[in-house]
């Protein structure tokens, strides 16, 4: 059994020319009859008109029940000349449904129905059963014909409309998909460039708040920093939005890429920054790949951050060392502070978070130890030979 598409709704138009060429059918089919009927037996003139009214009514529910609507009024042609038209648009509407188990008995009984007719026509307008047998069958035949190629045809467009509307929803859920990945990386971006900056910005205006034994030289040098850092952040947020506007002049601007080689001035910058840092770089990182570098740069940082918001009076000991085959190998650790001075900065916990979805992006592994003294974050990233 065929697969039916619904069919589209009727206009009113659709609904006046359907009406009208029925109309027209009947009464080319009626003309002769009638007027023998009206001279000879007036009774059948009223009882075929009334037969083609009722017809004419059946066919408003000829989309619900297609079967029982096309046999009925063929049934009634056989007697009833006004039938024909609707007769005519039921067998059609019910072809384009392209159910041979309905069209088949109802298209013999069509067939039938009009050759009764034409043997005892009273009226004998037909040029004999031989000659009106042929276009009998050829009428039913292009009706079904016809009702089943416009079945087929809404079929196919339903499929394309059906398609259609599945790509549309697939391609609105891959943009969604797209802008929650690029939210997340722009998250993740902004997260890496300002957290560093202002956790120095942080530590040393907690400097300049809570100690009053600084030499005008100490605080010029924070203050310096601070200045510093703050323009930094400034610059490194700029570049970071400028990926979120539109206009092709305001998107000028790229985010940062830091590579690899970055890694030695971002030691040089926690150091000037008063990180107690002993680096240890067995590493060459002019030869590290351009996307595992990034990664990398990011790990560094991160562990930098965390150490300088966490735990800014102790000393972190850092070391990287790696090779083309083997891996990055890079060990951060850092004590626990001993008491507390001055208010810590607060946590957002996404930074770790992020920079685990980095590294597995990268397929690299992180792992964080908080051993019984110390913190410790170790993170291994490929290098391939």
Not at 76 to 101: E, I, Y
Not at 176 to 199: G, K, Y
Not at 335 to 357: A, D, H, K, R, T
Request: net charge neutral; aromatic share 8%; charged share 20%.
């Amino acid at each position: 059994m065929n697969a039916v598409a619904p069919p589209p709704p009727v206009s009113r138009w659709g609904m006046a020319w359907r009406i009208g060429l029925s109309v027209l059918i009947s009464a080319l089919a009626w003309f002769e009859v009638g007027r023998w009927q009206w001279e000879n037996a007036r009774w059948w003139f009223w009882l075929d008109l009334a037969i083609g009214v009722v017809s004419f009514a059946a066919c408003r529910w000829r989309r619900r029940y297609p079967f029982a609507v096309a046999m009925g009024t063929n049934v009634a042609s056989v007697v009833s000349m006004t039938s024909g038209g609707p007769a005519t648009w039921a067998l059609f509407s019910m072809a384009t449904r392209r159910r041979w188990v309905e069209i088949l008995p109802v298209g013999v009984t069509t067939a039938a129905a009009a050759l009764v007719f034409a043997a005892i026509d009273p009226a004998e307008v037909q040029d004999g059963f031989l000659v009106t047998a042929p276009i009998v069958l050829t009428i039913v035949a292009v009706t079904i014909g016809w009702g089943m190629f416009i079945g087929s045809r809404r079929e196919l467009l339903a499929t394309l409309r059906e398609r259609a509307e599945t790509s549309e929803a697939e391609q609105a859920a891959r943009v969604a998909q797209a802008r929650v990945a690029e939210r997340n990386r722009i998250a993740r971006e902004m997260h890496d460039v300002l957290a560093h900056r202002i956790s120095m910005v942080t530590m040393h205006a907690g400097v300049l708040t809570y100690r009053d034994d600084l030499t005008p030289e100490q605080v010029r040098t924070s203050a310096e920093i601070i200045q510093t850092s703050s323009h930094q952040a400034l610059v490194e947020l700029r570049e970071v939005l400028g990926v979120l506007r539109e206009g092709p002049g305001d998107a000028g601007p790229e985010r940062p890429q830091p590579a690899a080689d970055d890694v030695t001035a971002l030691v040089d910058e926690a150091r000037a920054a008063g990180t107690r840092l002993v680096a240890v770089l067995d590493i060459d990182l002019s030869a590290v790949p351009t996307a595992i570098g990034r990664t990398l740069y990011r790990a560094v940082q991160e562990a930098l951050t965390n150490a300088r918001k966490h735990a800014p009076d102790t000393r972190v000991v850092l070391h990287l060392r790696g090779a083309a085959g083997t891996g990055i190998h890079l060990d951060v650790s850092n004590p626990y502070p001993i008491g507390s001075g001055g208010e810590s900065l607060p946590s957002s916990g996404l930074g770790l978070v992020g920079l685990s979805e980095r590294i597995a992006l990268a397929g690299g592994t992180i792992h964080r130890r908080e051993g019984e003294q110390d913190f410790g974050l170790r993170v291994w990233l490929p290098w391939p030979a």
